[in-house]
């Protein structure tokens, strides 16, 4: 007979307006009262009658919403769509919410609400919801705090159209109530890796005599002295996970770790290499759901193979989704006995760089260009979210010998590799760019080697000890 863990507490709601503790019990209170349906409640179902529920929905802005934040080029035009994808796994516990998005971020709140969304959905508690962004730059980048200080400047600046963002919230949730009922019995789990041929590279592999960066290596590249550099220190496999009911394959998901960007910034919307990849396979297999998780890339790009070409691009493509068919080719389904869901609240502290007076000066200044006033805003958010003391949630879910690990914003590298140091006997997949208030993530050893990262992580350095003292209890409680 299957065996269910459970780790349950106490989660967290927020706006920047107040603070308030939203429980299990209030939170379902709440949604009764509003009229939520929740047919599937956490003794529906004896242990070992898992199923599983894929959901996918369109997530694709509209003509002249901004880009990235705001910074770039607004949509033009539509190359391909952007999409939401995901699964809910029931019959452990509270169901459970995995959902990877095709949008740079979702930031503080906007990432609350994206989570609440899902969870009224479901019928559980946003606490057992992980949702990740993809992170490709011709997409949305939301923080709705910021908008709203942005909007204060009367300065014809966005980040976000609020009647769009809502409407993926309410497609969202047609989506996972329309893939409730078609749930199937979730019998087996397989795992597997494949080497990814000429993708990621280190973004800051130009170190000078004095330990400090001198030049970085981004997503595209043209610099003949920087593409002659090694790839330095990368993740290179590509980890897919299955899910099965019986011998039919009903979600995949694919997890790599580099910056999702070929060329972008000319208003050209587009799921870029990883989402045209994940798309090819999908058409292949139709009756498979898959879904793609940007590992942790936040000092990964692809600029020692990308020339930033639309050529390039089509080259990326291909060799990830060769990466991806091979890991698939090696799969081996085992029975699914056992699933546990956990998760840990993660406090940072800001940045000491950084003050709340000195990031709203440079949000009023007229004379700043709109990225140096709305990356600040989202500054400002960050320090007032801390202020008062609303936790990142970490969270991951154990199947048998297989963890699927969420962490948040540009997690360097180093965090996915150690996450898998830390469960050795254990096939751990990491999904980074969950919440993403706190934007780049370096490890301490990073913070004296300077470099753009570092120069807009929005924690201190502080953040590696107290990421990585989460991932060794939630990997402990596997």
């Known amino acids: 007979m299957a065996r269910v863990i459970l780790h349950r507490s106490f989660r967290y709601s927020f706006s920047m307006n107040r603070h308030r503790t939203l429980s299990r019990r209030r939170w379902l209170g709440t949604s009764l009262a509003a009229g939520a349906s929740l047919p599937l409640l956490p003794d529906a179902f004896a242990a070992g009658d898992f199923r599983i529920a894929p959901f996918r929905y369109d997530v694709t802005p509209p003509t002249g919403h901004p880009l990235c934040g705001g910074w770039i080029t607004p949509v033009k035009s539509v190359d391909d769509t952007l999409e939401a994808i995901g699964f809910v796994l029931l019959g452990a516990g509270d169901p459970i919410v995995i959902c990877s998005v095709d949008w740079t971020g979702l930031l503080n709140d906007a990432h609350v609400q994206w989570r609440t969304a899902l969870a009224e959905a479901a019928g559980t508690s946003p606490?057992?919801?992980?949702?990740?962004?993809?992170h490709q730059h011709d997409a949305p980048f939301v923080c709705l705090e910021s908008?709203?200080?942005?909007?204060?400047?009367?300065?014809?600046?966005?980040?976000?159209?609020?009647a769009f963002f809502r409407d993926c919230l309410e497609r969202g949730k047609a989506a996972v109530k329309e893939a409730l009922p078609k749930a199937?019995?979730?019998?087996?789990?397989?795992?597997?890796?494949?080497?990814?041929?000429?993708?990621?590279g280190n973004r800051r592999i130009a170190i000078g005599p004095d330990g400090k960066v001198t030049k970085m290596r981004g997503s595209a590249?043209?610099?003949?002295?920087?593409?002659?550099?090694?790839?330095?220190l990368i993740d290179p496999q590509l980890k897919t996970v299955a899910f099965?009911?019986?011998?039919?394959?009903?979600?995949?998901?694919?997890y790599y770790a580099c910056h999702p960007m070929s060329h972008y910034g000319q208003g050209a919307v587009s799921s870029d290499y990883p989402g045209l990849a994940r798309k090819r396979l999908q058409a292949a297999e139709p009756g498979c759901t898959h879904v793609y998780f940007t590992g942790c890339a936040g000092n990964i790009g692809a600029g020692k193979y990308n020339d930033g070409s639309p050529e390039a691009r089509i080259e990326l493509t291909d060799r990830?989704?060769?990466a991806m068919v091979a890991a698939s080719a090696k799969l081996a389904p085992v029975p699914l006995t056992k699933v546990g869901w956990s998760?840990?609240?993660?406090?940072?502290?800001?940045n000491p760089a950084f003050t709340e007076a000195g990031e709203l000066a440079n949000v009023r200044n007229p004379q700043n260009a709109p990225a140096n006033r709305i990356r600040p805003a989202m500054r400002v958010s960050w320090i007032r979210r801390v202020a008062a003391k609303q936790p990142i949630i970490l969270s991951a879910l154990h199947l048998d010998g297989i963890t699927l690990l969420h962490l948040p914003a540009e997690s360097f590298v180093e965090y996915q590799l150690r996450a898998q140091s830390l469960a050795p006997g254990r096939f751990v997949a990491t999904a980074a760019y969950g919440d993403g208030g706190t934007w780049y993530v370096p490890t301490k050893e990073a913070f004296p080697q300077g470099g753009y990262e570092v120069s807009v992580a929005n924690s201190a350095p502080s953040m590696d000890d107290a990421l990585s003292a989460g991932m060794r209890e939630l990997l402990g409680k596997a």
């Open 127 to 134: 606490d057992r919801v992980a949702v990740q962004c993809v």
């Open 147 to 162: 908008e709203k200080l942005i909007a204060e400047q009367n300065a014809g600046m966005q980040i976000i159209d609020l």
């Open 184 to 200: 199937r019995p979730l019998t087996h789990v397989a795992a597997a890796e494949a080497k990814v041929d000429r993708i990621a």
């Open 221 to 232: 590249c043209k610099d003949p002295e920087l593409i002659a550099m090694t790839e330095g």
């Open 244 to 254: 099965y009911s019986g011998t039919e394959k009903v979600a995949s998901c694919h």
């Open 320 to 322: 990830l989704h060769a």
């Open 343 to 350: 998760t840990h609240d993660l406090l940072p502290e800001v």
